[in-house]
């Protein structure tokens, strides 16, 4: 049977999910939108697209040092807005800040334990991002699995030629590398050079001043039919300036800034090329543990059950256990029988 694999940015899910519900409280749990809408769009995908394995990601704790050890300017647009906010908020909103950062905490804690019932997979590394983690495990299992891939890391398009479908949950439809061209004004396989050239303002990587990506097609119109190597750019760059001067025009400032930053070119491919994915020993033993059969014994419908009666989960959902979770059963089946196939060739073995 083939394997229809959902891997998931949790991190971003449950963010998602929190944000997006953070009005559900509960007598027992309190806030509970992310625990709840996160297995809800969960249990959606596994019967959208017949998944029978979830893989869910999580970033570890220090996540992003090694990119940070290349550019200290990394993420720290993140760290610079929290402190500024900080410095301009009341001690009442200081407060309620904290208290979200502990619900968004418990509730994370609790879709892990949750997952351990529902035999969905999950991972998470000390010093390693889960987009390293998702990169890995997409060059490791394309041709062994189908990948369904759900985040909105425009960053995970590096990734298509794998024949792996993302599932960007702004976008109608999942996204594969036949459709790209619908929905991005780029070719799939450029994903890549645009971030090298333009960097990424969410991640506070620096681009080539004066190439966005907007100004970066309108020189390259070809990003937007066939790959593009940035060498090839810059060689192309060179040939518009060098035009200009025999035309006795000036040469584009953009253009020059783009040949004379190999540098900043160098560091970014460092830091946004998924194909080389950064990470440590203990993240690559833990992602050879993903190929371990899982056992049941600790796992099981009545622990699940309890949990969600602790919580007050039915509640939320106002139906019985049996039909919330009976989606999932996909999953636990396949789990169960990789487990039933894994005995019998070792008994066949031994």
Known sequence: MKIRTLVVDSDYLLKRSFYGARDIQT?????????????????????????????????GEGGGIQRYRIDHDYKANRVSKKWHQRIEMTAAEIHR??????????????????????????????????????AEYCLRYNNKEEIFLYSNDRDFAQLLDLN????????????????????FNHHYSNALVLKIICGDDADNIQGIHGLGEKTLLEHFPELKFKHLSVREICKKA?????????????????????????????????LVNLRQPMLNEQAREELLQLEVPLSPEGRGSKNLYNMMIE???????????????????????NEKQLLTEYYRNNKTNL
């Open 164 to 183: 792996i479908t993302i599932i960007f949950p702004n976008i109608s439809q999942p996204v594969t590398k036949s459709n790209y061209i619908m929905h």
């Open 238 to 270: 060179d040939e518009i300036n060098q035009n200009r001067i025999i035309d006795k025009k000036k040469p584009l400032k953009s253009l020059q800034n783009l040949l004379n930053g190999v540098e900043r070119l160098k560091t970014n491919h460092q």
């Open 27 to 59: 007598s027992k749990f309190g806030n509970i939108g992310g625990l709840y809408q996160f297995f809800t769009t969960i249990r959606k995908l596994i019967k959208e697209h017949k998944i029978n394995k979830v893989v869910l990601f999580f970033d």
């Open 97 to 134: 800040e904290k208290l979200k950062e502990e619900s968004i905490l418990k509730q994370r804690k609790r879709i892990q334990a949750y997952a351990e019932e529902l035999f969905l997979r999950q991972i998470e590394v000390d010093d390693i991002e889960a987009d390293d983690l998702i």
């Open 311 to 333: 919580d007050d989960f039915l509640s939320i959902y106002g139906s019985t256990f049996p039909n919330y979770v009976e989606p999932f059963y996909t999953v636990i089946m």
